[in-house]
């Protein structure tokens, strides 16, 4: 696809529990810290797992114009998250768009030209707010005290607000950001589970370079820091429940001893531009997005057999878009969900991609820091790439020790490492479904 | 093509029915909705996964309604295309990409595991007690139906079906998704990344929480008592769209792929347009920019002008804000022409299938092109000033469609728009 424009990377915005901006996001995660604890947003002595990554404190109104305040009330928690994420992403490429110029945060130069900024954002099935809806769901009982639907047609419905089905559409990130940013070009929500922001930023990737747009913002957010959305991967058996009492050691990405997964919230967006607007506008250049690859496993609904040839073959096709193979990548960013056999496929996969040379590579993985907030996860792990690549500097992998035997992957330890990075590749994937995405970038050479 | 809708499953049937101008309504049967606001739907009947999939219907045993009408649908289509077990294209090349819905919700359980989570005190709003609730949820949900709640579940189990192992997206833009989906589906074999791809959409929110949620938007027609006339696309007693549910797939194919096996071409993919009105969350911006946009923007992509269009497949939901303003976008994108090519509404038929609604609404567009036959807009009686269009109100007609263009507007502002043209063997 000799025609295709360049693509780059020129803003980064992170929301995760261990910092707010990239800045913040990547200074912790070089101190090695953690964000998961126990869970404060509610109560959750009932569920098996107790602990979950949540966001620090924030006051929404320090990220949307003023005037904008009173949408507050038809946000869930998820399209929170990306609101804060996407006003993120624009500060750091100082891109004029909406939202700071009516802020009064505008760098020099023109506003964007929202007819051709477009925006491609992940999303999972967000959970409603389960004491809204338990609530006015309580007040239809019958007279035998169960829930009557005849109630609940009559009067019940009506203690829920009109608007309240928009908070919970998963097109609702998207449409929250564009209209903050004004962003009027291609528009897309990616529900795909934890692959869902690799698939947005390959996307978004695909229209920038064909010239459907000359900025996108992308990527993914989620949070799973609610009762409903704890509940469910209980009922999976894919939630860590023993290490409830040492929350900072529960998350354990391909470690020998791993015991499940622990949730989170958070998100990352990601300012991606064509290379002659970046350019124009004389945008920082984070690195260049060669390579966006994207597969199945086809194995259904969860079964795990075999499942790590999607994953093979995302990686592969990956690699070939960005015309590049595995002794040219310099750093390897694997998902690492913690739970047994998802680790065990992955690992299957980059092993017979990578072969000998993924021990001689510097890898790395965020789970044990920030845990799994969903469609958020990989943007967050793309974006953690992208700063190791720009610092030379690969991140400590927390809770990756003692390593599983098959783990061939360099994690480093405790403290950061100095690495001369000019590719590096991550990987994304949805834990049920069988989608999954890879994504290489490069160094940006002129 | 395939499709499952409120009238049917087999492609000519339904066809038939539409352009004998059938509707698929009737009071909803799925849940107890009698003292809802609305209590009736565009309902699929008797539908059997047996029925499509044979014994293999057993591997999909704990499918969700979406995934099970998108299994159907792209079996059909699978036919369709000439594919079977014996002639059949490289899994590594054979992608899918669904405008697929969540999953319905698992309501009886969910509302008993809520209730649970109160305490025993009648109509007041008590707060959650989330520590007897989960008590509650953990013993009430199902692991498998809330595991099919999630909405790239339904691309898994096509995935499984046709060994599919190309790229597998699912999108949500709302009611737009399935548009969007084949859109992105054609620049995925533009560019080489599949050369077939299993596109469409699937949804069904006709449950109790769909239902409400409409309902408090007061989207919904609620017109009980003459369901099959409630649904009035571009009529000025239009009073909120029908509720359907259902699934359309199309298998589009990279066209030397689709020569080499000796394919019958039923139409060609030319134009795909996406943008966001980036306006409010609750309303279309007024005057149709976003529509407007995504309009022009698959005219420029396909090369075409407003004079090469001749049927458009209008989002025309029935709801007053929609046809209003998707009439005012037309006229600024087709100017004189706007009053000369034929429009009309399936909704008017089918109800609106949300997610799903822009698939089934393509494949009436390449079938307009293949038999010279537009579906009408049925119960139109009463024009309105504000849409002055024509809408081939209540009758099919006969038109040669060199060209058609379908329009899909998500809630919240996200809009996409395909044209399909009849394939030009030179």
Not at chain 1, 367 to 388: H, K, M, P, Q, S
Request: glycine fraction near 10%; charge should be negative; include cysteine.
């Amino acid at each position: 696809m000799s025609a295709d424009r360049r693509v780059v990377i020129t803003g980064l915005g992170v929301a995760s529990p261990i910092g707010l901006g990239a800045d913040a996001f990547w200074e912790a995660l070089l101190r090695n810290e953690c964000g998961l604890k126990r869970i404060e947003s509610f109560d959750p002595s009932g569920l098996p797992c107790t602990i979950a990554g949540e966001l620090p404190p924030f006051s929404l109104g320090d990220f949307i114009p003023k005037a904008y305040r009173k949408s507050a009330k038809v946000m869930a928690r998820d399209i929170i998250v990306a609101v804060v994420c996407a006003y993120h992403a624009a500060r750091d490429a100082r891109l004029n768009t909406k939202c700071l110029i009516e802020r009064g945060e505008a760098a020099d130069g023109p506003p964007v030209d929202s007819t051709r900024f477009g925006a491609n954002i992940g999303a999972g099935l967000i959970c409603a707010d389960l004491s809204e809806l338990a609530g006015a769901l309580s007040t239809a009982r019958g007279d035998d005290g169960a829930f009557s639907l005849k109630k609940w047609g009559t009067e019940g419905m009506t203690n829920l607000t009109p608007l309240w089905l928009l908070k919970f559409l998963p097109n609702m990130l998207a449409c929250h950001v564009t209209i903050v940013h004004d962003a009027q070009a291609p528009s897309n929500t990616i529900t795909c589970g934890e692959a869902s922001s690799h698939l947005a930023i390959g996307e978004a990737f695909r229209t920038l370079a064909r010239g459907d747009a000359d900025v996108c913002i992308c990527g993914g957010a989620e949070s799973k820091t609610n009762p409903m959305a704890v509940a469910r991967p209980a009922l999976w058996g894919r939630l860590n429940v023993a290490d409830n009492d040492r929350p900072d050691r529960a998350s354990r990405p391909f470690a020998a001893d791993r015991a499940g997964m622990v949730l989170a919230e958070g998100g990352g967006l990601v300012i991606l531009e064509s290379l002659n607007h970046a350019m124009a506008r004389g945008a920082r250049i984070y690195a260049e997005l060669v390579g966006f690859g994207a597969a199945s496993s086809a194995t259904g609904e969860s079964s795990l057999k075999d499942a790590h040839h999607g994953l093979s073959l995302a990686l592969r096709k990956a690699l070939s878009d960005a015309v590049t193979d595995p002794s040219e990548i310099d750093l390897v960013t694997p998902f690492g969900a913690g739970i047994s056999e998802h680790d065990a496929a992955e690992m299957t996969a980059w092993n017979g991609v990578f072969g000998y040379r993924l021990s001689h590579v510097p890898a790395m993985t965020t789970r044990g820091a920030i845990g799994n907030n969903g469609a958020g996860a990989g943007a967050i792990d793309f974006i953690a790439t992208v700063l190791a690549l720009h610092r030379n500097t690969v991140p400590p992998s927390r809770n990756t020790q003692p390593p599983d035997p098959a783990c061939r992957f360099q994690f480093v330890k405790d403290d950061p490492r100095d690495a001369r990075i000019r590719q590096a590749i991550s990987l994304g994937y949805a834990l049920a479904g069988g989608q999954g995405a890879a994504l290489v970038v490069r160094k940006f050479e002129e | 093509m395939g499709w499952v809708t409120p009238l049917g499953f087999d492609i000519d049937g339904v066809w038939n029915r539409m352009l004998a101008g059938e509707r698929g309504m009737c009071p909803t049967a799925l849940f107890d909705a009698s003292t809802f606001p609305t209590s009736f739907s565009a309902q699929v009947k008797d539908f059997r996964l047996e029925d499509f999939l044979g014994p293999a219907a057993a591997d999909h045993a704990f499918a969700s309604r979406n995934s099970r009408f998108a299994l159907a649908a792209a079996t059909l289509a699978w036919k369709d295309a000439g594919f079977s077990e014996l002639d059949r294209p490289d899994p590594a090349n054979v992608g899918i990409y669904l405008g697929g819905g969540e999953g319905p919700l698992d309501f009886d359980q969910f509302a008993a595991a809520a209730l649970a989570g109160c305490r025993e005190e009648c109509g007041e709003l008590i707060p959650l007690d989330t520590v007897r609730w989960a008590k509650a949820a953990l013993q009430l949900l199902r692991p498998k139906d809330e595991l099919e709640q999630e909405p790239n579940l339904a691309g898994g189990h096509l995935a499984a079906r046709f060994n599919a192992q190309g790229p597998n997206v699912n999108t949500l833009t709302a009611c737009a998704a399935s548009t969007q989906a084949i859109g992105e589906a054609m620049h995925i074999i533009r560019h080489g990344d599949a050369d077939v791809m299993i596109s469409g959409g699937t949804h069904s929110m006709i449950h109790p929480l769909g239902v409400t949620g409409f309902n408090r938007l007061t989207a919904l027609s609620t017109r009980n008592d003459s369901c099959l006339t409630a649904s009035r696309p571009f009529d000025r007693t239009r009073d909120g769209f029908v509720l359907g549910e259902g699934s359309g797939i199309l298998i589009l194919e990279e066209l030397e792929h689709a020569r080499g096996r000796g394919a019958k071409i039923l139409a060609e993919v030319v134009g795909y347009g996406s943008t966001a009105d980036a306006f409010r969350i609750t309303d279309i911006h007024e005057d149709g920019r976003g529509g407007i946009a995504a309009m022009r923007a698959a005219l420029k992509s396909a090369g075409h002008a407003p004079a090469d269009i001749d049927y458009i497949s209008a989002h025309g939901t029935g709801t007053e804000e929609n046809d209003k303003i998707e009439s005012l976008a037309i006229r600024q994108v087709f100017g004189d022409r706007a009053k000369h090519v034929a429009i009309s509404s399936i909704k008017s038929m089918i109800g609106h299938l949300i997610a799903a609604a822009g698939a089934v609404e393509l494949i009436t567009c390449v079938l307009a092109i293949r038999d010279g036959v537009v579906p009408p807009t049925v119960n139109y009686q009463t024009p309105d000033p504000n849409c002055d269009l024509d809408y081939v109100p209540n009758q099919a007609r006969k038109l040669k469609v060199r060209a058609a263009l379908s329009n899909s507007f998500g809630f919240g502002g996200q809009n996409d728009t395909l044209i399909v043209r009849a394939f030009d063997r030179t």
